[in-house]
């Protein structure tokens, strides 16, 4: 699976949009997009995936560019509740589940 | 629908213990799968299992083992407990093979004195 790096740490202030970046320089035609967050002490919550279009669900929207070498999760309007780590997974869906997880952004909502 | 459901919460063991941590997946999910995350080296994929059958394995020792029964819960061990693996163990469970969508239990808080 191909490699992402994501930035440390971000804040955003309540009721703003928080736009969290991933890049996946590598990532190969059959790879999907993945976006789990951690709320602290929780186990990772599911959010939103994507292939080639821009997707969108009722938490967040991922936008990912036409060379498909980076992706941005959108959160349109971001409550404290929001604060978490968000990991960004790149994977093939051909064989099991399995999910590799890096170091993700520590998103910072303030008021 | 019910979640994924991790029992216990807590556990406190001594080095050379073992320990049995369950997982009952979200019901209708044949495929659970167990992580294990650290401070020190953050959420690490331990193994899967579908159908009863361990279908991928992550870089763990041996002293960790898992099944998987025929109503899909699942239980994992760890044998001769070292401080090294206190850790929170999370349970993951998904409908099918071959998706990356997970859903995940709360986890179970180890911690070896």
């Known amino acids: 699976d191909a490699k992402t790096t994501q930035p440390p740490s971000m804040d955003c202030a309540e009721g703003r949009a928080a736009n969290l970046p991933c890049n996946h320089s590598t990532i190969s035609g059959n790879e999907y997009v993945y976006w789990y967050r951690q709320i602290h002490s929780q186990g990772p919550q599911y959010i939103i995936h994507?292939?080639?279009n821009n997707e969108t669900n009722e938490m967040a929207s991922l936008i990912i560019t036409e060379d498909r070498k980076s992706s941005t999760l959108i959160l349109p309007h971001a409550t404290l509740r929001d604060t978490a780590v968000y990991y960004c997974i790149v994977r093939v869906n051909n064989a099991g589940n399995m999910l590799t997880f890096g170091g993700g952004t520590r998103l910072m909502v303030k008021p | 629908k019910a979640g994924v459901t991790q029992t216990p919460r807590y556990l406190i063991k001594t080095r050379g213990q073992q320990v049995t941590l369950s997982c009952s997946p979200i019901s209708g999910h044949r495929s659970v799968s167990w992580y294990q995350q650290t401070p020190g080296q953050g959420l690490q994929f331990l193994f899967e299992y579908f159908s009863e059958t361990q279908r991928n394995k992550g870089n763990f020792p041996g002293r960790f083992s898992g099944r998987q029964f025929s109503n899909s819960r699942s239980e994992m061990n760890v044998s001769t407990l070292e401080l090294g693996d206190s850790a929170l163990y999370l349970c993951?469970?998904?409908?099918?093979?071959?998706?990356?969508?997970?859903?995940f239990g709360p986890g179970t808080r180890l911690t070896v004195l």
């Open positions: 993951a469970s998904s409908p099918g093979l071959a998706t990356g969508t997970q859903y």
């Open positions: 994507g292939l080639k």
